[in-house]
């Protein structure tokens, strides 16, 4: 019954390559969101969407594409991985784009690109 | 633009101590406040959160208001855990860029030693 879910849990691979992470939801929110931390803890948002439109995209390089077949699922594809990729993924949800709405995170993909 | 602004870490207690995590914030319009927290291996939770000027935000013990006067919303805790050892995030969503974007302080890593 896991409401933010995402796979894989771990991704190694080398530069060049492409590579998908998945994400769902079970908790009927309108809102999906992928958010970047880095090594050092630092959480940046990448994307937003709400009801399969993004509505956010954070100056992010345009080898990183989020696709959200319906509005419980928000995929993110990367080409042409590079080391500086190498991080944790986080997919979120929230029950709709308002400020307050809180976030509900996923527990994260760890990429490591060699 | 928005901006948090955590104490730095890594912040090691003894059980029982007191806890207080600083965070102040600069925002355009009028913010709504959160504290996350991520327990290791895990993604962030919402711990709380205050969404006006005065509010006071609680949960599982720990405490925060919502100072407008110095921008500011420090995290305390009268008596810490083992179990509360994580990385712990403020976090603001501003009404002005809504959509349910978060920014996020840097984290403050706590360790609690038994």
């Known amino acids: 019954d896991t409401a933010v879910s995402q796979t894989p849990k771990y991704l190694v691979t080398q530069m060049g390559n492409d590579k998908s992470i998945k994400c769902e939801q079970n908790?009927?929110?309108?809102?999906m969101y992928w958010y970047k931390q880095d090594s050092k803890k630092f959480l940046k948002i990448m994307f937003s969407?709400?009801?399969?439109?993004?509505?956010i995209n954070e100056t992010v390089p345009n080898r990183f594409s989020p696709k959200s077949p319906d509005k419980a699922h928000l995929n993110l594809h990367i080409n042409s991985l590079e080391l500086g990729d190498s991080a944790v993924y986080f997919c979120?949800?929230?029950?709709?784009?308002?400020?307050?709405?809180?976030?509900?995170f996923g527990n994260g993909t760890r990429l490591t690109v060699t | 633009g928005d901006s948090v602004t955590q104490m730095e870490g890594p912040v090691t207690l003894s059980e029982e101590a007191f806890l207080t995590i600083n965070c102040t914030y600069t925002?355009?319009?009028?913010?709504?406040l959160f504290w996350y927290v991520q327990y290791p291996g895990e993604g962030l939770q919402l711990l709380l959160k205050?969404?006006?000027?005065?509010d006071k935000g609680s949960n599982k013990g720990f405490e925060a208001t919502y100072r407008k006067e110095t921008t500011s919303f420090h995290l305390e805790k009268g008596s810490v855990q083992v179990s509360d050892s994580a990385v712990y995030f403020c976090a603001l969503s501003d009404s002005g860029t809504s959509y349910g974007k978060l920014t996020f302080g840097q984290g403050t890593i706590l360790t609690v030693h038994p």
């Open positions: 979120a949800s929230s029950q709709d784009e308002g400020s307050n709405s809180p976030l509900h």
């Open positions: 908790l009927g929110h309108d809102t």
């Open positions: 969407y709400n009801n399969k439109e993004l509505i």
């Open positions: 925002a355009t319009g009028y913010p709504s």
């Open positions: 205050a969404t006006k000027a005065d």
